[in-house]
């Protein structure tokens, strides 16, 4: 059928209603079955799965006639549709009846052609490989082609196999069948050839074979192996379309030693390799590579490969440019910690280094080691703007800067803060001819941030692609039981699971059960895990506990404790908790966890956080319970995702919110589909008042599910604008008149809301002022420039999106920006020494402004601890110091009674003697205080403080400083327990204990080193330490153990004159025996008398030998570095 036709009918296929509405059947039976829904509750279904399978036969065929006619691209959508009917019909999950192989082969298949190897993988999962052909494309379409190979090569060797029988039983039918085994077995491995090598010929030998094998399935009238020979031709063409060395070798030299370091790295990983990119990732890289923008926006779902488009930004920003460094900005520690772990382990194999930088507001000695070593570099907001202020050495090498979580920009006074920095940023790699790359899953204004970031609107890459579906639905609690109702196309019919859970006395404890909403979701949540992982969402962190414990009943109370598959990180995540909360039942979040049942919110300790999260991501928990914390920064892969309320703190949920949460379900490779469900309680519905109040309730969740809806993202200094415009509005001040009083500093003369905003605004004056110096550093005091303000904030956030603002407009974002800077010299003065002082802090301008009039004081003090010697006991004295000087200026005083204790003293004491959290814990306002002031705002003060009396070359009074804000942040009372700490104890009391039995030392011992001499047990540490000490020391050397395989190098050798038949050798093990085969199986040698024993590098990929024409001899090579 020639494209043409093939077109015209699918597009008249797709305008036939009845169809079309049986498609809808199918998927809407599909979903009912799946969750193993009783038939009798089933809708009047009108379909027949003949007619289904003759149907997805139709659109594959149309498909495949669009597809051979090299149009790929249109025949996705057929090809994918026909795959999706057939395994709707035939292959269910949870359903008892017959799942068709055949049908479910042809599928996967489909799927593989438009690219959707989720979905092909997932569905080989379900079927039985019941013949050579099925079993060996399944390990094909799953990747496992260390299997595959060796399913071939039992092929190769099999005498009945060899060309001598095979021409002697032509009239067998059995010999038919080998044919076709053997033909398939050779084009597949010369599609894997391909996959590790990128040698077109492999690709062209296979489409060869293939060729000939389905003019035999014609000859033969065999539409069985005629179909499956069809698809394997279009995968022959779009597997060489999204491998990684036809697609980098679009953007990259593919001989650059770097590139196919990157390659190698890629094709080894374990367990499987990744050998081709999504089709958003190599859509994206026109935008993301392109040597005259100056960067791009990615808006892509979650799951669709966001990391990797990162990842391949970044290797060409190494490859064009190897001495420079790459700044990775993720909002939040946990991604950061995340962010490290996903790139290290590529770049390492480069010899490139990645760094995950510790600490918060403040860049520290420590932070400055790591960075001189680090290529690419991981920071928080917070920690990117310490480290760049002032360090233009480090700021002149940055070429690309990848900001995650984009969308994050809005009214709150994290974001602003933020979005004053990325100005800052803007300047600076404007000048260094860098890139920006802003990554988000939910980002619908991506345009107006690609204007700002990189000054084309145009320079967007956004895709609703995603490797699995999403099944949306409400979860209703009716009093009795749980309806489920699922969104659907089917006008006609609901695809609902009725009573889906009944309540009913429980058979271990005979209560009752579920008897509320809570209680619906969580059974609801059980019974979903047959699935995978299921989270729950609740709006309050009180919440979290109230459903654990409704899971807990759920799965009774005597339950066994769940068994995690990964011991080494249950038993981190166990030592963390118990030091931070205790061993008691007192102890939710062990208590809980123990059962399975893994629980997050805001107030979780960060020693605990990280270790959870990673629980959460790699194991498998029975359910995840937690608040909006999860929502973003944390890259955590769900089956199902169940909405408790749709508040969040009081206040409805945003849209984007909602589908930052929702968009966690589901997992590439794991799950065909991610089940989103919303519950509501209509268990009132007998008044008129309470069915209408259910009807608003369905309504709203309706309204959620609709992704158009999404919030977006904002700019919180033009809201702080407009809300300080309405504020002087309703006062009777002119706009006029606000912006003097912005010149003169007036602002808190309008009122008390005025006021407020005026803190919010004193955040970010110090990004305004080392604006200002920037572009006023060749000027004289008195006659700085003011100018350079209009015509810079023209490209900022703020005045692009005045442009559709109700109220105000570009000028009006200018005037107040330039106001507020002439008030900041105002009020500082025209000093620059003064101004660095200020902008090097990086401190809130009001609260350093005060700071500085304490400086005499501070370094009194100082001098005192220096006279009475440096110990634990005057360091805790020194800082107890400080604290007082600080403790009413401004970003102090923000943070309310919260910090305020009859305890402090000793809180301050246990704390930075290393003193177990459980026990702090216990004492008055204690995790508020830690929280906010000792690991936050101190450290920050200390170490601007640090860098002012540097400025004034108090050199041995700042690194008094620096150290107390490194032990303050840590909790530690020196820096041997930081950076035993930093090496991976990841115990404060651990890390203090093993800290005794090394001398004291400041900055000159590296972390690496006391993690090496911790493992190698120097001065006999493990003789001398405590049980849990030795736990963590345990798990360092566990985690630091040999990674990859070993292997014995094999000395150079002769082979005859093999050379002359081929110059690759690779060493295989087949049945037990040794060979020496060609890359195309074309020369096969077994081994049977040899010095050489090849056992040890037999059936590894990128391993081999090759002749060397000038020695003679054959040589090993090693291509796979994890070897």
Known sequence: MKAEIAITKLDNIEKDGLIQNLIAQANSRYILLNTSENSDNFPPYTISDESLNLLGFYYLNLGCSIAEDNNLESALSPLEKGASILEYTNNYLASKMFVSNYYGLISALAYYVCFQYSKSYILTKKLNSETVISKLLYLFLRRDYYNLTIEIDKLMVDESYSDDYLASNTDNLESDTKVYELIIAKALDRLVDYAYNGQVESIMAAKELLKALKEIAEVKNDPGIWWIVRLLLLISDSFKEASLWNTLGIFFDIQNNIVKKYINSLTNLQPNGVFELFITQRKSLNKVIDSDGIGCVISIPTSSGKTRIAELAILNSLTNFPDCKILYIAPFVSLAFEVETSLGNIFRNLNFTTSQLYGGNFYSKLDEKVIQESHIIIATPEKSKAILRGNNDILNQIKLIIVDEGHLLGPDKRLIINEIFYEELRYSLSKNNGKFLLLSAVLPNAEELAEWLTTKDGNVYKDKWRPSDERLGTLEWTGSAVNIYWKNNDSERESFNKSFIIKEKQSFSRKIYPKDKNEAITATAFKLKSFGKVLIFVGLKKSVFKLAEAYNNCIGIGAPNHVWKNSQDWKIFELSCIEAYGNTDDNLWLKYARKGILCHNADLHSDVRLPLERLMRLDNPLVIISTSTLGQGVNLGVSSVIFSTLSQSGSPLTHRDFWNIAGRAGRAFVDHEGKILVAIDVSKNATKREKYRNKYKREEVQKYFNKEKIDKAESGILFLLNALKNIANNQGVSFELLIQLITENKLKEIDEEANIIEETLDWIDDALLSLHLINNNESEEELYDYSW??????????????????????????????????????????????WKSLIDSGLPLSSDLLIEKMLPQIIEGINKFYEEGWTTENLIKLLKNVEELVKDIPIIREEGDEILSDNIDLIRTYWLKGISLNQILLLHNARSIIKGLYTYKLPWILNGIAKKLRLRDLETEAEVLEELSILTEAGLPDLKSVKIYQAGIRSRTAAVEIGKYFEDEIWKKSIREYKIAIILNEGGIVEKISPSTMEWIKILIA?????????????????????????????????????????????????????????????????????????????????????
């Open 789 to 834: 303000i209009e015509e810079y904030f023209r490209g900022s956030l703020a005045y692009i999106q005045a442009s559709r603002h109700p109220s105000l407009d570009g000028e009006d974002v200018l005037k107040f920006l330039k106001a507020r800077v002439e008030g900041i010299v105002k009020k500082v003065g025209n000093s620059k020494f003064r």
């Open 1039 to 1123: 985690q630091n153990g040999k990674q990859g395989n070993e292997i014995k190098k094999i000395s150079d050798f002769t082979f005859g004159k093999v050379h002359e038949k081929t110059e690759i050798l690779l060493a295989r093990r087949i049945n037990n025996k040794q060979y020496l085969v060609s890359p195309d199986k074309s020369f096969i040698k077994e081994i049977i008398k040899s010095d050489i024993d090849f056992k040890s590098v037999s059936n590894f990929s990128g391993i081999y030998f090759k002749y060397n024409q000038e020695t003679k001899f054959w040589q090993m090579q090693k291509d796979n570095p994890y070897i």
